[in-house]
Each structure stands twice: as structure tokens, then as C-alpha cells.
């Protein structure tokens, strides 16, 4: 049963404190993506990949945020430094191409104190 | 920023009851998502719709799609207590990328 996994499930930390979240895509997706939720905002795009290259961050923080895909089954999303205002549930999605839909992860909720 | 936007935000329905929501969004798509979020977990892919298409059925799904109106309809039918959930629409405007509005909350009754 194919699906995207995603670690930590949950994580609080202190403000100030680097956070990674990862993501394993499902195999075979060549596209990537990272969205947060949040009651005010609800779902805003991140960023996204396709074939490990970066198509769009127009949506992350870029001076605190960073999302990598160091190899194909791997995808990193790090706040460094974290702010309470980062506190939220951040997903991962992956698809394939010529493929429309969008498998989502669980999600790992952030909690920045 | 949301492309979509669904009405109503809150619907509260009794089991077996049809329920209906609707989405609006602002420019031009290739094709127009609907996705399910139980509580605490990640969105599901229900059903797409795409651009030059009127219509479409999943089981006790059923989707339509009015470009001039650039609006779309969501109706569940024959409700149960699962079907209980955030229902969200995302529209693809190009390159794989989607727009989700705020989402209906939707409470089945036993």
C-alpha cells in the first residue's frame, strides 16, 4: 500500500530552535510538495519539486525557511530559526507526472512555544 | 493565496440526507479538485474535474463544473456518519501546481 510518509508526527520546540520535518514521496513520483495549514491561512503552497529540482518556493519565508531533495525518496523542509507563527500542520504531498492528483502525508504539527 | 472559495463553510446534515457544497474560484484552470481531511489527518483526492468537462460521478460523488461561472458543485448523496469531514476544492491553473480554498465543514448526524 503505497503512500507518503512523513516524520516527525509531531514536534514542539522552543523559538529559536532549527526544525527538520522529511517526507518519503511514493515511489515513482517524480514531483513534490510542501504545503502548511493553518486555521487562518488554511492551505498555502510551500514549495514544490519536480525531478528534485525546485520549481516554485515563491510561497516559503526564504530567510528562515529551506526545502532540499537530496536524493529521490527524500524531501526536507527546515525552519531555522523557528517562531511561534511557524506553529502549524505541515504537509507533504507527492505525484507523477502526466498525473493529476496529489497523494498527501499525514502531516507532522508543529508546535513552537 | 486561495483560489477557491466554498460555500457554505459549515453544513450539518442528518444520515442518509444529500449533502451539497459549492466552490468558486477566480481565473482560468486546466481542471478543478475535491479533497476529504478527516479530522487530524491528510487530505484525500476524491474526484477531478477537468476544464472542458460538465460533469462527473464516483460512487456518491457527483461533480459539475461551470467555467462561464468559473464555480463548481460537490453533492454527496445518500449521506453517512463517515462521510463526516473538511471537503476541500483546489483548481490547477498550470504545471501541477493547486490553489485550495477554506474548505466546508461537513457533520453527518447519526
Known amino acids: 500500500d503505497a503512500r507518503v510518509t512523513q516524520t516527525p508526527r509531531h514536534k514542539v520546540t522552543e523559538m529559536g530552535q532549527e526544525v527538520t520535518m522529511r517526507c518519503q514521496p511514493i515511489?515513482?513520483?517524480?514531483?513534490v510538495f510542501w504545503y502548511r495549514q493553518t486555521m487562518m491561512q488554511g492551505l498555502e503552497l510551500l514549495a514544490y519539486?519536480?525531478?528534485?529540482?525546485?520549481?516554485?518556493d515563491s510561497g516559503m519565508p526564504k530567510d528562515r525557511f529551506s526545502a532540499e531533495m537530496p536524493d529521490a525518496t527524500l524531501a526536507t523542509l527546515k525552519i531555522q530559526p523557528s517562531e511561534p507563527r511557524d506553529s502549524a500542520v505541515y504537509f507533504c504531498?507527492?505525484?507523477?507526472?502526466?498525473?493529476?492528483?496529489?497523494?498527501f502525508g499525514p502531516g507532522t504539527r508543529l508546535t513552537v512555544l | 493565496s486561495q483560489q477557491g472559495e466554498e460555500d457554505p463553510q459549515a453544513l450539518s446534515i442528518q444520515e442518509g440526507e444529500n449533502a451539497t457544497m459549492n466552490c468558486s474560484y477566480k481565473t482560468s484552470i486546466n481542471n478543478l479538485q475535491w479533497y476529504r481531511q478527516n479530522s487530524g489527518r491528510g487530505l484525500v483526492h476524491l474526484i477531478l474535474i477537468r476544464s472542458n468537462e460538465r460533469e462527473k460521478h464516483s460512487g456518491r460523488l457527483r461533480v459539475t463544473l461551470d467555467t462561464s461561472k468559473k464555480s463548481s458543485s460537490l453533492l454527496i448523496t445518500a449521506s453517512r456518519a463517515a462521510d463526516t469531514a473538511s471537503y476541500f476544492c483546489a483548481t490547477d491553473a498550470n504545471d501541477y501546481k493547486l490553489s485550495f480554498g477554506a474548505g466546508t465543514t461537513v457533520t453527518v448526524r447519526a
Open positions: 515511489l515513482g513520483h517524480n514531483t
Open positions: 504531498a507527492s505525484g507523477s507526472d502526466g498525473g493529476d492528483e496529489q497523494f
Open positions: 519539486f519536480r525531478n528534485r529540482a525546485p520549481l516554485d
